[in-house]
């Protein structure tokens, strides 16, 4: 029996001396808000995808880690999960120079600091996530709360034996120069927490980091090891080699590049550096 459809059209076509063509406008629908289904689903796949992959990237290793289960600095794996799950949503970091740290012994990562942006915390979910090992980074508090939540996300007291003790067990530790206002500023570094490296016998790498408060966009690039100008055997090894991670560090910042309208906005301690 002939469809609605398919009698209108046969009746308007005979009418004008044409050839009857068939036409089922349910199956039409049908097929119209099929292929409109797919193609949605298609869409929110991919933007689901790009937003997801990276997360599952970052936590693929963590996922094998057992919840609950703390290390002996006290670091949670499944709250560092869920913090790098966050961590996705608020930065999109790209890294550079990972190829440059050891694959399984302990060494001493240096970043400079811009004020308010957290490079310490950002680099060590990074180069956690480029390496596939754990990265813990100085900044620990002493306060009971907020230094029990930092132990159970990795952080380590700003202590030359704290951290000398994580080196010296094959950890990669990230330590942040002083805060700047600036972001192509490279603040000091702390002599002590660089001799901690030196006694343990690991390598120093510096690296820049480039990111902007209001911007997912952000950067890490770590360069080859740092060395001193001269081996000394006394305290001025690690006075010197401070000094010449500032100066390695401003180095990959230049090298990375920036952004230069020509106006004094330049000179802004928000301005974004980096190309982003």
């Known amino acids: 029996m002939a469809t609605t459809a398919e009698r209108t059209t ?12 068939p036409f089922d406008l349910d199956r039409r629908s049908r ?5 409109l289904g797919r193609t949605v689903t ?29 290390d002996d600095w006290g670091r949670d794996p499944l709250l560092v999960r869920n913090l790098m799950f966050a961590a996705q949503l608020r930065w999109s ?4 120079g990972d190829q440059h740290l050891p694959k399984r012994r302990g060494a001493l990562i240096v970043v400079n600091s811009p004020r308010l942006l957290m490079a310490p915390l950002f680099t060590a979910l990074a180069v956690s996530e480029a390496v596939d090992r754990p990265v813990r980074f100085v900044g620990r508090s002493d306060d009971d709360v907020f230094g029990a939540l930092g132990r159970r996300i990795g952080a380590l007291l700003d202590h030359p034996d704290e951290v000398a003790g994580a080196l010296r067990a094959d950890q990669l530790v990230v330590v942040g120069a002083s805060p700047t206002r600036r972001p192509r500023d490279v603040g000091t570094i702390d002599h002590t927490l660089v001799g901690a ?21 952000a950067r890490v690039e770590i360069g080859p090891a740092s060395r001193p100008p001269r081996r000394r055997r006394g305290p001025l090894s690690e006075l010197e080699l401070a000094d010449k991670l500032r100066v390695d560090i401003g180095d990959l910042l230049d090298e990375m590049g920036d952004i230069s309208t020509g106006t004094p906005l330049d000179w802004l301690p928000l301005s974004p550096i980096g190309g982003y």
Do not use: N
């Open 31 to 35: 097929t119209i808000a099929t292929s």
């Open 42 to 70: 298609r869409t929110g796949g991919s933007i689901g995808g790009a937003l997801t992959g990276g997360v599952r990237a970052a936590t693929r290793r963590l996922t094998e880690e057992p919840a609950g289960a703390l």
């Open 197 to 217: 490296a030196l006694v343990s016998g690991v390598r120093v790498f510096p690296a820049a980091t480039t990111s902007h408060p209001f911007r997912r966009k």
């Open 93 to 96: 970091v790209s890294t550079g």
């Open 10 to 21: 046969r009746d308007d076509t005979a009418g004008r001396g044409g050839t009857v063509i």
